[in-house]
C-alpha cells in the first residue's frame, strides 16, 4: 500500500498530462477564474500627476504663506494653468495637476480671504505632499499580474486600469460524479427499509462547483456489474476530463468499480492509499481518444469528501500553478487517539485565540467516516502524520481549512 504523499505525487505528475486550454472571457466573468496570461500595465499608473486631496495647488516656497486663486480643475476636466510662487489653483482628488505644482493644501488647512488662499493657523506643509506621481503605483510596460493565480475581486481594478475588457484564462475542468450503490435512493425520497439518501453525489459535485470547476451529474446506479458499466461507457464518451465515481471500490462481492475500470481499459495507477479516512481510492488513466482519468472514491460520506479535498482538489489547483491548501498550525487543545500507522484526516474544530496569538483545534468526540453530522460541525482536518501516535494536548498540529 503507497502512502499519501507517494499518492499525491502520482495523481500530481499524471494531471500534467491535461493540457487545460484557455478562453477569453469578460473581466465581469472572470471572478474566480485562473488567469492564463501575463498581464502587463498598457499605460502608467496613475496615468498622470494627480492630487490626492481635495485642495489647492501651489509652487512650495517655503516662505509662502498666501497665494491668489487663479482658477480650478476638477476630475476629467483639466485646465491649462501655470503656478507661480504666489498663485493657486482650486483642485479636486484625482484631478490632473496645473504645470508647477509641487505641494497640494487640503481644503481643511486654508482660509479664503479676498481672492486669496490663506494657510489656516498653526497649519504647515512640505514639498510634493499630496501628489500622486505618474506611473508611481505601476509604470507603463512593467508586469502587473502574473499567470496561473486565481482572480479574486481584489485584483479586478487592477485588470480593468490596464484594459483587459478580455481576459484569458483557463477552461474549467469538467468532472462527471457518478455514485453507485443498491442502498441508493434520491435525496428527496422517503428513508424506509435499508435505503440511504444518495448524498456523495451532491458534496462531490459542490465540492467541484465550490473551487470552480464543472460538474456533470450522471446520478447514480445500482450495484449492477452490467448498469455501472453502462454508465461509465457513458461517462467517458461524454467531454469530461476527470471522473469521480463513489461506492463500490472496496473489497466487499458487489464492489465492481476496480474490476470494471480495468475491463474498460483504464490503466490503474494505484488502489489503496495508506490513509484514514477512506484508505480504498482507485486512480486511473483512460488514454483512447483522449486522456481523462478516473477517481473511484470510497462510498462512505465523510471518505469520499475528504479524499476529493485532500487529493483531487488540491493537485487539480496546482497543475494551474496554485498552492490551494489553506493549512495553518495549530496547537491541539485535547489528546488525539491515533494508533494506527496510517496518516489521518481528522475532522476538527479550529479556533483563533487572540489573547495566545495562535491558532488551537480539537478534534471531534466521533471520527466515523459514515459520520455526516461531525463533518457538517467542523471546519477543519486535523493531519496526524504516519509515525505519529497519540499526539498530546499542548502538540502542534496541522490542520487543513475546509
Ligand atoms: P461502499 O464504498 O460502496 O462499500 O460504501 C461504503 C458506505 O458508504 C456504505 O455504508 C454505503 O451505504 C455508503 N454510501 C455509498 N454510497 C453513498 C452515497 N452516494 N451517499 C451516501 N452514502 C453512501
Ligand atoms: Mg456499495
Redesign the pocket.
Known amino acids: 500500500m503507497i502512502s499519501y504523499s507517494q499518492a499525491y505525487k502520482i495523481i500530481q505528475n499524471e494531471l500534467q498530462k491535461l493540457k487545460p486550454d484557455t478562453e477569453e472571457v469578460d473581466l465581469l466573468n472572470s471572478l474566480n477564474r485562473i488567469l492564463a496570461e501575463d498581464v502587463y500595465a498598457d499605460t502608467n499608473l496613475p496615468p498622470f500627476d494627480n492630487s490626492a486631496m481635495d485642495g489647492y495647488a501651489v509652487k512650495f516656497n517655503p516662505s509662502s504663506k498666501q497665494w491668489k486663486l487663479i482658477g480650478e480643475i476638477s476630475a476629467g476636466n483639466y485646465n491649462r494653468f501655470t503656478l507661480d510662487d504666489d498663485s493657486a489653483v482650486l483642485i479636486m482628488t484625482g484631478s490632473k495637476l496645473p504645470a508647477n505644482t509641487s505641494a497640494v493644501i487640503p481644503i481643511e488647512d486654508v482660509v479664503i480671504e479676498n481672492g486669496y488662499v490663506k494657510l489656516a493657523e498653526g497649519k504647515s506643509f512640505k514639498k510634493y505632499q499630496h501628489i500622486r506621481k505618474m506611473g508611481e503605483d505601476l509604470s507603463a510596460g512593467i508586469l502587473a499580474l502574473n499567470k496561473n493565480q486565481l482572480i479574486t475581486s481584489n485584483k479586478i481594478s487592477l485588470l480593468g486600469a490596464c484594459g483587459k475588457a478580455k481576459v484569458t484564462v483557463y477552461r474549467k475542468l469538467k468532472f462527471g460524479v457518478l455514485?453507485?450503490?443498491d442502498?441508493?435512493v434520491d435525496i428527496d425520497s422517503k428513508i424506509s427499509g435499508d435505503k440511504?439518501?444518495?448524498?456523495?453525489?451532491y458534496s462531490i459535485i459542490t465540492a467541484v462547483n465550490e473551487f470552480n470547476m464543472d460538474a456533470i451529474n450522471f446520478g447514480?446506479v445500482t450495484d449492477n456489474k452490467e448498469k455501472i458499466k453502462t454508465k461509465l461507457v457513458e461517462a467517458f464518451e461524454s467531454d469530461i476530463d476527470i471522473l469521480l465515481t463513489?461506492?463500490?471500490?472496496?473489497v466487499?462481492k458487489y464492489?465492481y468499480l476496480k474490476e470494471l475500470f480495468t475491463e474498460l481499459g483504464i490503466e490503474i495507477k494505484f488502489f489503496k492509499v495508506n490513509i484514514k479516512p477512506g484508505k480504498?481510492l482507485v486512480f486511473g488513466v483512460y488514454n483512447k481518444k483522449r486522456i481523462m482519468f478516473v477517481f473511484g472514491l470510497?462510498?462512505?460520506?465523510v471518505s469520499s469528501y475528504v479524499n476529493f479535498k485532500i487529493f483531487i482538489k488540491s493537485a487539480v489547483l496546482e497543475l494551474f500553478g496554485i498552492k490551494n491548501e489553506r493549512i495553518v498550525k495549530a496547537e491541539l487543545s485535547e489528546p488525539v487517539t491515533k494508533k494506527d500507522d496510517k496518516r489521518n484526516f481528522l475532522r476538527g474544530m479550529l479556533e483563533f485565540n487572540p489573547e495566545k496569538g495562535k491558532y488551537f483545534v480539537k478534534a471531534a468526540q466521533a471520527q466515523s467516516s459514515?459520520d455526516m453530522a461531525r463533518l457538517a460541525n467542523v471546519n477543519c482536518l486535523i493531519v496526524v502524520e504516519e509515525e505519529r501516535t497519540n499526539p498530546q494536548k499542548g502538540e502542534e498540529v496541522e490542520c487543513i481549512i475546509i
Request: proline share 12%.
Open positions: 455514485a453507485t450503490g442502498e441508493l440511504i439518501r444518495a448524498t456523495n453525489l447514480f463513489t461506492g463500490g471500490v472496496s466487499g464492489d480504498p470510497p462510498g462512505n460520506p459514515a
